[in-house]
Structures are given as C-alpha cells and as structure tokens.
C-alpha cells in the first residue's frame, strides 16, 4: 500500500533553535497538509499546500510542496515550548478522496 | 469558530458489541471522513463521505464498519461485533470541498473494547 515517510522520528531541540521535518513517498500527491498533535487530542491543521512548489508560511512555520509531488517539508523557526507535540504530515492521493498520514515527528523543546 | 465535534469522548464496549460513534462535521463543509489512530500509532484513513455516499474507503474499512448521514448534520460510523484490536481512537474531520481540501478534525472518541 501507499506508505509517506516521515522524518526524522523524534527530535530534542533547544529554545530558540529551528526545527526541519519532511515527509517523502513514492507516490504522488495533489495536496499536502501538516498537523500538530497534542496528547489525547484530535490534529490540528497547521498549514495546507496545493501546488508543486507552493511555500506557505503561517507565523514561524513555513511548508514546501515539493517539485515532483512526492515530497514536503515543514519548518518551525526559533521554536518555543509550547511547540512540543507530534508532527503529521498528509498527503491526498493524486484521483482520490484519500489521505495518507506520514508516520510523525515527535518535538521536544528543551528550555 | 466552527469546530468538528464528537460524541461519546471515551466508549467502553464489550467484544461483539456494536458501537456507533456520532461527528457533528463544520455545517458547510461537504466532504466528511473518519480516521482511526490505534495507540502511539500514525493516524490511518478509513473512508470519504461526500453527497451522502462513500467515495473512497481504504482496506480497513470492510464490512464491520458503515457509515451514515442521518440527517443534515450527524455523521457516524457504525462498527458491528467489535474486536479487542478495534480499541482505537476514532477521528471525524470535515471539509469544505470545491478546491478547498484543509481538513479539520474533531477530538476523537477514545473506543476501548474489552
């Protein structure tokens, strides 16, 4: 089955410092979306994407469509500790209603 | 601001028992979806729901599971005869449709069969 890679795994950061995640596949996608999830909760929409090559930005998190559709990454600049939480990637599959999750990015901010 | 809401917060059901778990979607949102996230897992898609017909289910979705639009803003899905490995969190999300895919998710129904 369509399987998004997420990387890295987890990440323990320091205040202050930016964060860099991405999501690959080797299938093609027509939109990409990035959740935050926190403990017990449901995922927050953070940012969506729309076209190859799109750079979307909200606050300190910016997000990039990659050119061959298979790929996105999201960036947190000068992260905080209220950032601490698990990061998803989705994907639409290219002719379907159907999201794929990437298997997430667990954020420790250490202050 | 609107919101996906979901009821119960936390479901308790016996083996074989049939649950169903209730969304209300974004009022003007047209496409609506249900996730299921088994513990310290990724979220998986079970199916897409749009003109009150399934238009996309993936291969968890098999004859246990229905889903429903009983009346102009319920969503739910039925699981008949659950499993011990049907504990899960369940999520609704709901979009607008029309070129417009951000999806927005509920809090979940924790379903913890015994």
């Known amino acids: 089955g369509q399987q998004l890679n997420q990387s890295p795994q987890s990440m323990f950061i320091q205040e202050g410092e930016d964060v860099s995640m991405n999501c690959t596949s080797s299938s093609i996608f027509n939109t990409w979306l990035w959740y935050k999830q926190d403990p017990g909760e449901g995922p927050v929409l953070l940012i969506a994407l729309y076209k190859a090559g799109e750079l979307t930005s909200n606050g300190r998190l910016t997000a990039q469509f990659g050119i061959t559709r298979k790929d996105s990454f999201l960036n947190i600049s000068a992260s905080i500790p209220s950032d601490v939480g698990i990061y998803f990637c989705?994907?639409?599959?290219?002719?379907?209603?159907?999201?794929?999750f990437g298997t997430g990015t667990r954020l420790k901010v250490l202050a | 601001e609107p919101e996906v809401t979901q009821t119960p917060s936390h479901q308790v059901t016996q083996m074989g028992q049939e649950v169903i778990l209730r969304c209300v979607p974004i009022s003007n949102h047209l496409y609506f979806y249900w996730y299921r996230q088994i513990l310290g897992q990724k979220v998986e898609f079970l199916v897409s729901f749009y003109n009150n017909e399934i238009s996309e289910k993936s291969e968890i979705f098999d004859d246990q599971f229905s889903v429903e639009r009983p009346d102009g803003s319920n969503f739910t899905l039925k699981i008949r005869s659950t499993k011990l490995e049907d504990s899960a969190m369940y999520f609704c999300?709901?979009?607008?449709?029309?070129?417009?895919?951000?999806?927005?998710f509920g809090p979940g129904t924790r379903l913890t069969v015994t």
């Open positions: 989705a994907g639409q599959l290219v002719g379907t209603y159907k999201y794929i």
């Open positions: 999300a709901s979009s607008a449709g029309q070129g417009i895919n951000e999806q927005y």
